[in-house]
Nanobody, 126 residues
């Protein structure tokens, strides 16, 4: 079992930055691939970014590539999402998720992730 808690969301103006954090507890964090997903009102949950167990592989949605950076610190059981040049269309609830199986090749598919946090709201005003 893994417990995930996101933090760092808030209200920011377009062009601004935020850093989301995801604190993990329970089973060994370093054994998991991790992902960030988001869900806007009236829309399906969508992939944002993912990272392998050791940070060696990272993947991004086209919509955030070049603006967002995913990282992790296994010694601190923590996952991060640095978000720059934020746009109103980035407004959503952001979730972190853990995948025990695909440790080296993190997935963009939300259905394969085993554990999820409760989410943190990010609102970008124009």
């Amino acid at each position: 079992q893994v417990q995930l808690v996101e933090s760092g969301g808030g209200l920011v103006q377009a062009g601004g930055s935020l850093t989301l954090s995801c604190a993990a507890s329970g089973r060994t964090f370093s054994r998991y691939a991790m992902g960030w997903f988001r869900q806007a009102p009236g829309k399906e949950r969508e992939f944002v970014a993912a990272i392998s167990w050791n940070g060696g592989r990272t993947y991004y949605a086209d919509s955030v590539k070049g603006r967002f950076t995913i990282s992790r610190r296994n010694a601190k059981n923590s996952l991060y999402l640095q978000m720059n040049s934020l746009k109103p269309e980035d407004t959503a609830v952001y979730y972190c998720a853990a995948d025990f199986l695909r440790t080296d090749y993190p997935s963009r598919d939300s259905t394969v992730y085993d554990y999820w946090g409760q989410g943190t709201q990010v609102t970008v005003s124009s």
